[in-house]
């Protein structure tokens, strides 16, 4: 999916500023990456310790020849196998890391798992073998795709997008690897959210499906195309109108 | 010209007992050797399996292989590595060592035992025979969900092969874990109290006790989904799906710990041992072990934290309260160490490789217990990179860490430290090479269970460099197998206690007896009865 990825590198970390606050909300790749900043560096520093802790061991305990001279000589391995009060005392420090890790992490799930709003656009995304397919309710139109051709999902930049997902025959998942989201889709369940895509673009296989639904998943994708909201418009009455896409 | 000194002296070869007394033999060192012997041939067959997974995808597009051949890899590759191999021989670990390391002569119930044994054979066989059916081996994974594993999405009778071999498996797991456990409660030496426990047989005790909790569910998730795919109704609509998902998922983490513990118990022992210090911490080291456990049998909805359908926020308070008891671990691994008298021979590398190696996959535990990064990194090669790093990382250096210990008791011959040396490097630069830049693949957005990618993007480098990790591994498996044979026919007598173990079962010649103790045992005062015969002695020799 990454190519024809126009912006490769860092995302819009920061909402758009005329998107207002439900946007900034549902920019599911900005909360991620706060999240993300956050959990990472604290998980490369315990990484780091660990490892500079057993080298550091290793060498600094290592077992001495005894004929190393004095300073050398080998000395008894200490015999105190018990340290309560310190013990205690660093998972109180785990502890407190987990409490803080989960504060996060539930103050910004509240925001990603925000149901639609249903002030956007509405798509309903169907899932079957193989393919993808998306619904505009609204407007009337259906983008399809063939085997060869995966189908485009077509949103305007820095609107709410209400999705609404469901499954005909098998679990299949939506992800959009760029907006950092996922969902699944279970046959006889409907699950919403609402997506939000700061900047237009065009991502070639910027939709995958993740759960493994049989023979072909290896290739159930759709293109994602972001549209300025003007062009949008555009878009979907040429579409009413019987255009192609 | 060694011809004309003394013969070189060789360890004893043991007594040839013919198939029939292999296969049917109830000492539970014969019983746990040919379990172990089996899980670890299933291994390298899975790890096939792997290989050929990772040259496919060393380059895009598909060369070797059909979408529905690398379906079948995949599933068979994960339900080998986990019912065929982590599960059995996490459990012959134990059903050889508890008895030793507890001062007992028997195993309870070994019969049972032996049928359990036979029970894995069997399952194995049943679920790799379906290769050879017209439509191929299960291609449901190793999770199989439905309604993709039902019938009319899943017809193949190799599917059905493989719910027999699961069924199989996990029936052998628990009878195993029933018999380890009730040695444990009942064959205790005098002196030995719950307390007194050697590390490893504590990790025994947790490791059965999820067995028994957890096993139960996979095979009543399994025999439902036997009787859906032959008369259906019983996993119907989303309601089906989600109540297979709960059953699968409350045996499917808990398994994940279940090949951990013994593996963990393995590494304090080593660690113990060549620091020349006892494991630090024991009490509260057994009851972060009890929480462990307790916390992993809570966490099975963290697998389904896009499914919309579970509280999201419990399962990752419990899963992320993981890093408490994971953090203590690590705490009384490192008190060992310190001012010990560290010897870096090869199980004590493997023990620290696996320090270094399961923080990575438990970290990024942590990261992915947290429902909103999860959404993005689920089911992509993020994933992948995780528990391969506590599986492989975590189990299978575990693994090497309790076989270079263990092996000279068992077989009463040396491994070579040279080849062992070789085995690790190649290891911990093949694990590392392959599963790194999985995370990259993961976080830019490859799912899993893929046999194609698309060309021209950073994922052909990241999937090469995985390849090429994945074939070092194998080069270092080869490395290992060339060690036993050497240490097989050379035969270098290693004696009862080659490393100054601190547990029972080095207090008796290598191999151990039929009977286990020849001799009166020695007192058993605390968890490690050897170490403080030793303190003893030294108090003796230098009065403070």
Redesign the interface.
Known sequence: ???GRPAHGRPAVSPPQRAGYFAGVAD?RH??DV??GL??P???G??LL??L??VA??WR???RPASAGAAGA???????????KT?AL??LV??C??AF??WH??T??GR??HAASGRGVHVVATAAKWHWSFDYPRAGIVQQGTDERPPTLVVPAGRTVDVTLRAL???H?F?I??R?????A????V?SFSLVFPRPGFW??GG????????????MKFHVRVLAPAAFARWLRARQSGAAA | MTAIGAPRARAARPPRRGLVGTLASTDHKALGAGIFTTAFAFFLAAGVLALLMRFELARPHLQLMTLHGYNELFTLHGSTMFYLFATPIALASGVYLVPLQIGAGRLKWARLALASWWMIIGGGLVMWLGFLTVQGAADVGWYSYVPLSDAPNSPSVGTDYWIVGVILAAAAAIALAACVLATIVTERAPGMTMLRLPVFSWTMVITCLMVLTAFPALIVAMGLLLAQRQFGGVYTGAAGAFDYQHLFWFFGHPVVYVVFFPFLGAVAEAIATFSGRRWFGYRPFVLSLLLFAALSMSVWGHHMFTTSAVENKYFSLTSTALLVPAGIEYFDSFATMWRGRIRLMTPMLFALGFLVLFVIGGTTGIFIGSPPLDYHVTDSYFIVAHFHYTLFGGSVMGLFTAIYLWWPKVTGTLLSERLGRWHFWLTMVGMNLTFFPMFFLGWEGMPRRVADYPPGTSWSTLNLLSSIGAALIAVSLLVFLWNVRRSLRRRVPAGPDPWGGQTLEWATDSPPPRENFLGPLPPVRSFAPLQDLREQREQEVQPA
Not at chain 1, 180 to 184: A, E, V, Y
Not at chain 1, 186 to 189: A, D, E, N, S
Not at chain 1, 208 to 219: A, D, I
Request: proline fraction near 5%; charge should be neutral; aromatic fraction near 14%.
């Open positions: 999916m990454a190519a599911t909360q991620y999240l993300a959990y990472l604290i998980a490369a315990v990484v660990v490892v802790l057993v061991f290793a305990y290592r077992a080998d000395r008894r391995p200490s015999r105190i196998h018990r340290a309560p013990e660093y998972v785990l502890a890391v987990a890790l989960l992490t539930f910004i799930e990603v798992d025959d098998v679990i998942a992800w690897p760029e950092r989201f996922k969902r699944d279970t046959p006889g369940f699950s070639r296989d995958e499906c993740s759960e493994y639904c049989g023979l072909r998943h290896t290739w």
